[in-house]
């Protein structure tokens, strides 16, 4: 496959209102097929008129490039040589997104109709709600767990290890998993996958930019989150909203040690959650 090496930063026929209501940031990587079917579903079911489209592109290629000049010419395209990882992606979306609510998308997602509308609804009748997300699921109606507590080292040893067998370790998991909380109604929860979320422009700007140093992607999310509460603004599970979510969970397709030495996105992911630990050590959480 060619890799698509022009400059970085380029979009096509932006012509929409300079003021939109609402900007979607969509982070992609390498599938324009599954970024199409986004794009698509985007089209169908966004019923707000006023809205922007924003694709942040990470080792972008001709394929992709193309698609989006043929297929979706009056959407921001911004490519990239490199793989940046999610939060230089997010934060570039975020910092050119002209919308005063904000919807962050992976490419993997697809909305259902109405969804990105009952979102800005609530939060417009919810000021003190940061961020808010959906009840994400597999393609065949499954839930997929995208609420969660705050990590704890403990957390991580249980879900990597075979001690997460335990009876003591399913107890916790379940506490971090939220499970004892019913997922048919909205709650307030620690944090929510980055995979989606709506927040509003002014509120972004108050919590600052999405940490760049955790490493190419994970805990990104969850630091983000924590902030917002520690700016007092909430963080919110509305499963009234629901979207798909072609989820492949890499990082956990093997087990313990072995998936250490041999699977990037555990390292990955060990690497990232270490950062997080370090930058939080003695700080209370502040969701209580």
Request: net charge positive; with cysteine; aromatic share 12%.
């Amino acid at each position: 496959m060619t890799k698509y090496t022009k400059p970085a930063e380029i979009y096509f026929s932006d012509t929409m209102n300079k003021s939109p209501e609402l900007s979607i940031i969509i982070t992609s990587y390498k599938n324009p097929a599954v970024l199409r079917l986004c794009l698509e579903s985007l089209k169908k079911n966004v019923l707000c008129k006023n809205y922007e489209i924003l694709v942040l592109d990470s080792s972008t290629e001709e394929d992709t490039e193309m698609m989006m000049r043929e297929e979706f010419p009056q959407t921001r395209f911004f490519s990239h040589s490199e793989n940046l990882g999610f939060a230089k992606l997010v934060n570039q979306g975020l910092k050119k997104a002209k919308g005063d609510f904000l919807l962050i998308l992976n490419a993997d997602i697809i909305i259902e109709k109405k969804s990105a509308d009952i979102l800005i609804d609530y939060l417009k009748a919810n000021p003190s709600v940061g961020i808010a997300g959906p009840k994400l699921l597999n393609f065949d109606g499954q839930v997929q767990p995208s609420r969660f507590r705050f990590y704890t080292p403990l957390i991580i040893l249980l879900r990597r290890t075979p001690l997460g067998r335990l009876a003591f370790a399913k107890k916790k998991i379940d506490r971090f998993l939220y499970k004892n909380a019913d997922p048919s109604k909205p709650q307030e929860v620690d944090w929510i996958m980055g995979s989606a979320m709506m927040t509003r422009q002014e509120t972004a700007k108050k919590v600052g930019l999405m940490e760049e140093n955790f490493g190419f992607m994970y805990f990104e999310d969850v630091d983000w989150c924590r902030r917002f509460w520690e700016n007092g603004l909430k963080v919110v599970f509305y499963p009234y909203v629901k979207m798909f979510h072609y989820h492949g969970k890499g990082s956990a397709s093997q087990s313990a040690l072995k998936a250490v030495f041999l699977n990037k996105l555990t390292r990955e992911h060990i690497k990232s959650a270490l950062k997080y630990f370090w930058k939080y050590l003695g700080k209370p959480n502040p969701h209580r």
